[in-house]
């Protein structure tokens, strides 16, 4: 199963597997790592589960929606590396994906 | 023990016809009663339209799942105040006062950008310690062994220190804002002197020539980090006309006020109808206080509806919305969805799941001061913890005459000496 690495604000680190085809939001979510709280529950709805992506993974994370933009551009603390990775589908390709939680989002 | 059913009124509600059930009715909310008529709403038509009633035809979206797709569809479902706003009531053009919670992208963008770095993290983290020092303050001087309105005194007092220090607004003067935010809410047919649209505007504008001489003494300042100074310095919000400025003062009045207010006031209420759950919270605060805190917010649903407007049409929950149409999201109702909430009538301090509630909103317009809400409530309920074992609720609450707003003006309460 494809792994994860989950970086917390004050750097504690979660490597964890996530199946092909769950959100990297849920990855979180299921195997209860703070800092990505998800209120809406996957809808891109409520930016509580931004994260920053390494940049060498970026790119394979593909594209934001236009409904992620606008949700993201209210989030604290954008990057150019931000998303959300309720919008992130894991892929057998994102194996190895490591990413960093922003401040505050508990 | 839970919120009694009361089989009386649930018989009275199955029997109204279905077409003229009408959840607009302030009354339903200052008698809470309103649960089982949007239970049947539900469950026999979770897009409901009702063609008659004190504020015109109007469709009600009752459910959990269907409220989340109109609060994240704002292509479809618009906000614009000309087009009638957020609220039920439509109001004449005169009355009418912008704000971003009442514009569509791109303008409601630019607008809420300004303000929104006063409820980022850091600045948080800054709050945390003046709210913690306040309610310190609030709670070592309340009475023991006599009756008192935990409203006025705890409530009240907690959320407008807040808000006079959000806006560094004259400290003394603070009980203005909160009378400038009920002004602004209240209901012209609830018994209060504000009995209609125009002496609601004779008030309104004392706050705004208030807040005009604040803002002239910001925009000639070093730009700081208060609301008003952020406002007064910002690119896009500098040149506010001044229903805007009104518009958006009010706005965020109420937000920061009303909604943490009542949610204090009745996360009390709830733990004194809920003994058990009350006993969870003493037998371990540090565990329980951050799932209560989101529970007591989505069982209060401060904000009992907000209103959209179609620009085109639309299917929701299998009912044909036209443009033009006034769709109503009752979030009261949603956050007692059994299919997206489990046991939802029951208020659970350590629930599963407890921030999955819509009492914030989703979408763009999702509460911009939701994390900052939080941080109250949870300093309020630590510092009464290290207190108070108990505080005895004494009396029944009164609740506000209001469709928007679900309120709590009075709850008797006694700590032990």
């Known amino acids: ?72 551009s209210f989030a604290a603390v954008t990057q150019d590396n931000s998303r959300l990775s309720c919008q992130i589908e894991m892929t057998a390709e994102l194996d190895g994906l490591v990413l960093r939680m922003p401040e505050g989002q508990h | 023990m839970n919120a009694p059913v009361n089989q009386d009124l649930a018989q009275e509600v199955a029997a109204i016809p279905l077409d003229k059930i009408d959840v607009s009715d302030p009354r339903l909310y200052e008698t809470d009663t309103w649960g089982p008529y949007f239970a049947r709403l539900r469950r026999e038509a979770p897009v409901h339209f009702c063609a008659e009633s004190y504020f015109g035809p109007f469709w009600s979206v009752t459910k959990y799942k269907d409220i989340m797709q109109v609060d994240v569809s704002h292509q479809i479902y618009s906000s614009e105040t000309s087009l009638g706003g957020i609220t039920i009531r439509d109001r004449e053009e005169k009355y009418q006062r912008p704000s971003f919670i009442t514009m569509d992208p791109p303008r409601h963008d630019e607008h809420r950008k300004t303000v929104s770095p006063i409820v980022a993290p850091g600045n948080l983290a800054h709050l945390a310690g003046t709210i913690r020092e306040r309610a310190a303050k609030i709670l070592d001087e309340l009475p023991r062994g006599e009756t008192f309105d935990w409203v006025d005194r705890v409530s009240i007092e907690l959320t407008t220190q807040m808000l006079a220090t959000l806006f560094d607004f004259p400290f003394a003067d603070r009980r203005k804002l909160t009378y400038w935010s009920d002004v602004a809410t209240v209901d012209v047919n609830a018994g209060t002197a504000i009995d209609s ?71 009390l209420l709830a733990l004194s109808r809920n003994p058990a759950e009350y006993r969870k919270l003493r037998d ?48 009261k109702s949603g956050n007692r969805d059994d299919e997206a909430i489990e046991n939802p009538d029951a208020f659970i301090v350590d629930r599963a799941r407890p ?15 939701n994390r900052l809400a939080e941080l109250q409530l949870t300093i309020m ?37």
């Open chain 1, 1 to 72: 199963m494809p792994k994860v690495t989950y970086i917390e604000y004050n750097g504690t680190e979660h490597v964890v597997d996530v199946p092909v085809g769950t959100s990297v939001m849920r990855g979180a979510v299921d195997n209860n790592i703070p800092g990505i709280d998800a209120d809406c529950g996957g809808e891109c709805a409520c930016a509580t589960c931004h994260v920053y992506i390494e940049p060498e993974w970026f790119a394979k994370t593909g594209a934001r929606s236009s409904q992620e933009e606008s949700m993201l």
């Open chain 2, 197 to 267: 649209e125009e002496k609601r505007d004779e008030v309104l504008q004392e706050c705004l020539a208030c807040f005009t001489e604040l803002w002239n003494q910001r925009v000639n300042a070093e730009p700081r980090n208060d609301l008003l100074s952020m406002l007064a310095h910002g690119e896009s919000t500098r040149n506010l006309t001044p229903k805007e400025f009104l518009g958006t003062v009010i706005l965020l009045i109420v937000g920061g006020n009303d909604t943490t207010r009542n949610s204090i006031s009745g996360g």
């Open chain 2, 284 to 331: 371990d605060p540090a565990r329980i206080i951050p799932t209560m805190v989101p529970e007591i917010i989505r069982y209060q649903s401060p904000i009992i509806h907000m209103r959209r407007t179609a620009i085109a049409d639309a299917e929701l929950g299998g009912q044909h919305i036209r443009k033009g149409d006034k769709v109503i999201m009752w979030y």
């Open chain 2, 355 to 369: 921030r999955q509630h819509l009492s914030f909103g989703f979408g763009i317009h999702r509460c911009v001061g």
């Open chain 2, 381 to 417: 309920w630590e510092e009464i913890m290290k207190r108070f074992p108990t505080i005895e609720v004494v009396g029944e609450p009164v609740r506000l005459y209001s469709n928007f707003i679900s309120g709590i003006k009075h709850l008797p309460v006694r700590i032990p000496a």
